[in-house]
Each structure stands twice: as structure tokens, then as C-alpha cells.
């Protein structure tokens, strides 16, 4: 494998997805889910530390990168 293709992989999907809420302070590649009414979760990777708000939240493409769903 040459060194493009391994940049461009996602990261891992934690075992351990903590749940993204509001006034929490979310560090650099720290990992959250959010909902989806049909059913699972989306998973996202932060990329810009930040404490979170409305504003901030996922999928605000710049404090998080999409990774997938469970």
C-alpha cells in the first residue's frame, strides 16, 4: 500500500460512542453519534476542538468529519 491510499483512510469507529450534546467540550478527534429517526446512529469525528452549542453540531462540516453509522 503507498502513502496516499493510507492517508486517505477513516479513522476507526469507536466501541464507546459518546452521545454529542450541547455546553461539552469535544477535543481533537474525540468521536460522538447523533440520532437518526430511522433508526441508528450517524458517527462523527471532531477536527476542531471547540466547546459545543447549537452551531456546532454535527454535521457542521468545520468541527466534524462524517465516519459512518452503527
Given amino acids: 500500500m503507498n502513502s496516499t491510499t493510507t492517508s486517505m483512510r477513516r479513522p476507526a469507529i469507536s466501541a464507546a ?3 454529542w ?15 437518526r429517526p430511522e433508526g ?4 462523527w469525528e471532531c ?5 459545543s452549542t447549537v452551531n456546532t453540531a454535527p454535521p457542521n462540516s468545520l ?5 459512518g453509522r452503527r
Avoid: A, M
Avoid at 468541527?63 to 465516519?67: D, G, H
Fill in 21 to 35: 450534546v450541547p455546553n461539552d467540550y469535544w477535543s481533537l478527534y474525540s468521536q460522538c453519534c447523533t440520532w
Fill in 40 to 43: 441508528g446512529v450517524d458517527v
Fill in 47 to 51: 477536527i476542531r476542538p471547540h466547546h
Fill in 17 to 19: 460512542t459518546k452521545i
Fill in 63 to 67: 468541527y466534524w468529519q462524517y465516519l
